[in-house]
């Protein structure tokens, strides 16, 4: 009976293990895209305003 309580206790730190993993390169994935997203944002700002004459 021990055994099988301490396997389900290995089991379920294991599973916590994965989803911490799997949170973390979520976040990661989130965190490369936003960064991405605003440097493409800055420059379509500049180049519109270039494009409009209000850039300097």
Sequence with gaps: MRSR???QGVTAIEYALLVAL???AVL???SATGLDN???WSIWT???L???GAGG
Excluded: Y
């Design 5 to 7: 309580q301490r396997q």
């Design 22 to 24: 799997i949170a973390l």
């Design 28 to 30: 990661g994935a989130l």
């Design 38 to 40: 605003g440097r493409i």
């Design 46 to 48: 500049g180049t519109f």
């Design 50 to 52: 270039q494009a409009i």
